[in-house]
């Protein structure tokens, strides 16, 4: 792409904040200086820009990051409907924060310490100093309750500094590497520092399951913090003020359409023959592409090769390895050691195995551009992936969405994300063990075309599916549903001695005082959103018997009797299916009914029957919950007093009647199924559920306050709709999130929540139900004074 000068003018319209800021270390463009001065501008190729740049565009985002060379300043400028926000680095800063603590400590501690991290307090300064100026850019650039997106290791402080300066953002974080064991994370001096800066976000995300669970191991080592599944409670929970942090895995992938269509272009295809022939057409082509970095596993797969070589199992003469080793962080030591050595091993192989015209090994220390890098691609029979511990390796997956011919053999180690995702497609290696290498090696060369076809499929339809647009929208969908910070309340002022005197036993003042002000509001409709299972209905080991206490369900069918006029709508919001919700509950007619979650939705008529809107799911949405159910299933019928429900569009993995030692058993293999299969998990009081139609209780609870608005609308204009939702479990939460001003939000039982009022039990809210039914009458004209 040519170069665009930079000017550094405002967009057009432009604007002080926005929406959605993206923070990286680098931005998403290169710059050069020209001869005569001024700065230039191209767009990079990062998969990254291509994960966000429909998101940017559409909503006028902003993304904070370094030029990528020192002492270069700027001012922000507008770039391709992304408004780029340069962070100015001194020599120095990148010295220490990004050659020094990023890549020669963090690096390889994170990389299950391959390469000895090294400890230097200059370093972390440095490291501290820069994550405050990219925390203050993007501060200066985020709207009100603007949502912010950090990226990798490098920024790790940035959310804690971010919600430091700006507790309204909504705040994601997204780690690119592995998360290291705490074993391993412990040795870094500045530990708790790291975890303290990255529980700033609301949602911390990582490529695999098993990074979620180190950084929650690490959380309950190094901190004082609560921990439930993937959430963690920051701050103090029986104060009311913690704050709810989550992780969990989200892989990234690649534009593996955009990349597929390059691999099929004639030029492409016609370039793939040239790479065959220029090598002197061997029988077998095998390829390596990866940045020459130590964690590649690079010297493993030249020493396996060479030893296959010396053993007469492959032919030097009809085999060719060729070797594309980008150069990377070439003023780190560590890095122009290993470029010494990759190059002495190529050049001692080659020396005992090459002919005249012909190298058994091709080591090519260059970048290609894609569509050269896509012809490789396709003129290799075997490609090798050897990493010895890789966030993801999105390689394996650009030589995947390559082979449109449906051949080729992926080899891959299982020490990368990519091998959780791919299942049995690739042949999984261990690289360390180096005659389990060669012999993969020589599996994939002589398999035979039928045998790659049927593995090439498999791989094809994963990562053709589960491209980078939907990891992004997956990250953000999550985000965006998780529960909003609250502030601290304010002091409660006494109660006086009429209220004491007219207090409902259950009930706290503070609570009876907002019911009686929900009701008491003139123009609003008042819809009551109720938990099912431990919010009316205690918890049982046996779902199919759980029930209503008696006092709940007095409360709900006096709320369901009430007259239009009391302008109380009723809604029951489980997770539970649809059908089994409203056979359990047994609603009053004109009750609104949410089931799995928000997946399903519908409503009780007149004669009590239900009127469900139907679910209906795609191909890959049901291929997706077949083979999620088959997994638990198999996994409960190995576990004693585990079982599984199941869903439209859900499966649902309960332990409540498992020994403690079984539950956790059950729960990581459970964890595993669902990283396999690329899902995400949610995690409840005893279960762990797992939905292919994205849905949560604060989206459903968010359109069906539309719903009712619309029902509702009064003559004279919107009438507005405040909301009480109740609720116990951890799903609750993004109900509460979704809760607006003049809404109450109430807690039943023990635990951590963001809501600012709790009751004990299902009886409590029974009568929190009765007293705000009571107002609701007194509205309506009624008089009614008891339940």
Do not use: C
């Not at 909503?59 to 990528?68: K, M, N, R, T």
């Amino acid at each position: 792409m040519a170069g665009f000068p930079l000017t550094g003018k405002e967009r057009p319209g432009d604007r002080d904040r926005y929406d959605l800021v993206v923070v990286a270390n680098r931005l998403p463009v290169d710059f050069s200086v020209r001869p005569g001065g001024g700065i230039d501008w191209q767009r990079s190729p990062g998969g990254l820009v291509t994960a966000l740049e429909p998101v940017m565009q559409q909503a006028e985002g902003a993304w904070v990051g370094w030029s990528g060379a020192p002492d270069l300043a700027s001012e922000p400028f507008d770039a391709d409907g992304m408004w780029l926000v340069p962070v100015t680095l001194s020599a120095s800063e990148i010295e220490r924060y990004y050659e020094g603590f990023s890549n020669d400590t963090l690096w390889p501690l994170y990389h299950d310490v391959v390469s000895t991290p090294a400890y230097h307090r200059q370093w972390w300064d440095a490291y501290r100093r820069v994550n405050q100026k990219f925390a203050d850019a993007a501060a200066a650039q985020a709207a009100d309750g603007a949502i912010v997106w950090v990226h990798d290791y490098q920024l790790q402080l940035v959310p804690k500094m971010l919600r430091d300066q700006r507790p309204d953002l909504r705040i994601g974080f997204f780690d690119h590497i592995p998360f290291p064991p705490v074993e391993l994370f412990q040795q870094l001096p500045w530990r708790r520092q790291i975890v303290d800066g990255l529980l700033g976000a609301d949602l911390v995300g990582f490529q695999r399951g098993g990074d979620a669970s180190n950084f929650i191991r690490a959380v309950r080592r190094l901190t004082e913090y609560t921990t439930r599944g993937p959430m963690v409670t920051v701050g103090d929970e029986r104060a009311r003020l913690g704050r709810h942090v989550r992780a969990g895995a989200f892989p990234i992938s690649i534009d593996s359409t955009r990349f597929d269509a390059l691999a099929r272009t004639p030029e492409v295809q016609a370039r793939a023959k040239e790479i065959r022939t220029e090598l002197g057409d061997p029988d077998v082509v095998m390829l390596g592409v990866d940045r020459l970095d130590y964690t590649k596993g690079i010297r493993h797969r030249i020493k396996a090769y060479g030893e296959l070589l010396d053993d007469g199992r492959v032919d030097a003469a009809r085999t060719t390895l060729v070797q594309v080793a980008s150069p990377s962080r070439e003023n780190v030591g560590a890095y122009q050691e290993l470029r010494e050595h990759v190059e002495v091993l190529v050049g001692r192989i080659n020396g005992e195995f090459g002919e005249l015209g012909h190298s058994a090994i091709h080591y090519l220390h260059h970048s290609y551009p894609p569509d050269e890098m896509a012809a490789l691609y396709l003129a290799a029979d075997v490609m090798l992936v050897t990493s010895l511990r890789d966030g993801m390796n999105l390689v394996a997956k650009e030589y995947i969405a390559a082979r449109s011919d449906e051949l080729g053999v992926l080899v891959l180690s299982e020490f990368t994300g990519a091998a959780d995702e791919l299942g049995s497609g690739p042949l999984l290696v261990n690289p360390h063990d180096i005659e389990g290498l060669k012999e993969a090696v020589v599996t994939a060369s002589r398999m035979t075309a039928g045998e790659q076809r049927r593995r090439m499929r498999r791989l094809r339809r994963k990562v053709m599916a589960d491209d980078v647009a939907k990891w992004s929208q997956a990250f953000l969908g999550v985000l965006q549903a998780m529960p909003r910070r609250t502030s601290p309340p304010a002091a409660v002022e006494a109660p006086s001695a009429a209220e004491h005197l007219a207090s409902t036993p259950g009930v706290p003042v503070p609570l009876a005082r907002a019911l009686e002000a929900l009701a008491g509001s003139d123009d609003a409709t008042v819809l009551v959103g109720l938990d099912f299972d431990g919010t009316l209905a205690p918890l049982v080991d046996n779902p199919t018997a759980s029930a209503m206490t008696p006092a709940a369900r007095t409360a709900v069918e006096r709320i369901g009797a009430l007259p239009d006029a009391a302008r109380l709508r009723l809604a029951l919001v489980s997770g539970r299916d649809l059908a089994d919700l409203a056979d359990r509950a047994r609603p009053p007619s004109g009750t609104y009914l949410v089931g799995s979650h928000g997946a399903e939705t519908g409503w009780v008529l007149p004669n009590g029957s239900v009127e469900a809107v139907p679910v209906e799911l795609t191909t890959e949405q049901s291929e997706a919950l077949a083979a999620v159910t088959a997994g638990f299933d198999e996994i409960a019928a190995a576990a004693d007093g585990a079982w599984v429900q199941h869903k439209p569009s859900a499966a649902v993995l309960h332990t409540r009647l498992a020994p403690p030692d079984v539950t956790a058993s059950v729960i990581e293999q459970a964890n595993a199924v669902v990283a396999e299969l690329g899902l995400e998990a949610m995690h409840g009081k005893d279960v762990v559920e797992v939905a292919v139609v994205a849905a949560d209780k604060g989206s459903a609870l968010a359109r069906l306050r539309t719903v009712v608005a619309q029902k509702d609308d009064a003559p004279e204009g919107d009438r507005p709709v405040r909301v009480l939702y109740a609720g116990d479990d951890t799903t609750d939460e993004h109900a509460f999130g979704a809760l607006e001003p003049g809404d109450v939000a109430v807690k039943v039982g023990d635990g951590p929540t963001v809501a600012p009022h709790r009751v004990a039990d299902a009886d409590a809210l029974a009568a929190a139900l009765g007293r705000l039914a009571d107002a609701a009458a007194r509205r309506a004209g009624e008089g009614l004074t008891g339940a």
